[in-house]
């Protein structure tokens, strides 16, 4: 292993790092989110999250049959027609960005946040 | 060697890469990203285009996934491992090509990874029009630092072990 082979792991794991911190600061700090179900990057549902949400989507198109459900502020796949399941095992997704995304089926389900109060939040003089 | 059994050598090896990657996905990893992978076929490829030249290892690659996809029948797969093995292969030529002075096989194979699986996700974005999977990106560039590294060192030694089959073989 040479110098550079070094310096590239470490240059590379830097970048990998803050951005992942950024991705997760950007992702914080929201009032109301929203689940947004697209199906071959089309919108196909939006749902707006409240704990006493209990909803089950069934979704059936050419690509394949997906189960969505959503519960509280909660969204997982728990049926999927497609090969591989990885989006079953994405697990439960809660946070303004995230996605569970089922390639096969070209389904995806992310989360949006937003500020329903004031974009500033706060206000030093 | 001459051209028969050059073929020979790399449809032996392209049957390799194919086992290799029949046999990661039998093997059970735990859950990172969507899409995250040993890259063991990434082996043979990195070992064809240092011993045998770019076009052997593109061809191989190519080959690989298409028979790939007949194994397991995934056709949306093929497109991702299509659009991340051709540029991969584009990649590592430069790297190795151009700045082996300063890359060893390591950092060859740990440009090869990235790039796989930049391509990857760059490919599902486009097909699912989403840009949001980018955030993916991260999370799979420090994946692809170990399995990259990981390939890349026993590249080195595949390697030494086909180009010595090689010289034997123009000898006798």
Do not use: W
């Not at chain 1, 519960?71 to 997982?76: I, K, M, Q």
């Not at chain 1, 989006?87 to 389904?107: D, R, W």
């Not at chain 2, 990172?32 to 030249?53: E, Q, R, T, Y």
């Not at chain 2, 029948?73 to 082996?100: A, D, E, T």
């Amino acid at each position: 292993m040479t110098k550079c082979d070094k310096f590239l792991i470490i240059l590379v794991l830097i970048v990998s790092i803050i951005s992942i911190i950024i991705i997760g600061k950007a992702t914080s700090n929201y009032d109301t989110t929203y689940a947004e179900i697209y199906v071959d990057g089309n919108l196909y549902k939006k749902y707006s999250l409240d704990k006493n949400l209990n909803e089950v989507v069934t979704i059936e198109t050419k690509h394949g049959k997906n189960i969505i459900e959503i519960e509280g502020y909660n969204v997982r796949m728990i049926e999927s027609s497609c090969i591989n399941k990885l989006c079953i095992k994405q697990g439960t997704i809660h946070k303004q960005g995230q996605l569970i995304v089922c390639l096969p089926n070209k389904v995806v389900v992310q989360i949006i946040g937003k500020n329903s109060s004031s974009d500033l939040d706060t206000i030093s003089y | 060697m001459d051209r028969t059994k050059k073929y020979t050598f790399l449809a032996l090896l392209t049957t390799g890469a194919l086992a290799l990657s029949a046999i990661e996905s039998m093997i059970p990893l735990p859950f990172i990203a969507p899409g995250a992978k040993l890259g063991l076929a990434n082996m043979v490829i990195l070992s064809v285009l240092v011993v045998f030249g770019f076009r052997s290892a593109l061809y191989v690659s190519i080959l690989r996934c298409f028979l790939f996809l007949m194994i397991a029948g995934n056709p949306i797969g093929f497109i991702y491992s299509l659009s991340g093995g051709i540029s991969s292969v584009i990649v590592m030529f430069v790297v190795f090509k151009h700045l082996s002075k300063f890359f060893s096989l390591i950092g060859v194979s740990v440009f090869g990874a990235i790039t796989y699986n930049t391509a990857q996700i760059a490919a599902a974005s486009i097909i699912l029009e989403n840009l949001n999977i980018f955030t993916y990106l991260p999370v799979m560039s420090i994946m692809s630092l170990f399995t990259g590294c990981f390939i890349g060192y026993v590249s080195i030694f595949i390697v030494r072990y086909l180009k010595d089959i090689v010289k034997n073989n123009k000898r006798g």
